[in-house]
């Protein structure tokens, strides 16, 4: 009877648990980190409520103030086209 990969490190012997321990510790701190960045993200979504509109707001008149001080420097600069 074969048990696939379990058989191979059963043929290792303590080594092949060992491997087979730290690969599941791996995978519970894995699974604890991305649980945490999940409820991080949802704290930092609650935290901004109401102001995510209005931090929504001044990126796009930021964006755009850059785009016209990068088009009046451009312009004053710029080379002209042949």
């Not at 059963?10 to 060992?18: K, R």
């Not at 995978?27 to 109401?50: A, C, H, P, T």
């Not at 850059?66 to 009046?72: A, D, F, Q, W």
């Amino acid at each position: 009877m074969s048990f696939g990969i379990f058989d191979s490190l059963a043929q290792y012997g303590i080594l092949g648990f060992a491997v087979l321990a730290l690969g599941y510790l791996c995978w519970i701190f894995l699974n604890r980190l991305m649980k945490s960045e999940d409820e991080y993200r949802q704290r930092v979504e609650e935290l901004e409520g109401s102001y995510r509109d209005d931090l929504e707001k001044k990126l796009e008149e930021s964006t755009t103030s850059s785009k016209t001080l990068y088009e009046t420097v451009l312009m004053l600069f710029g080379k002209t086209k042949k």
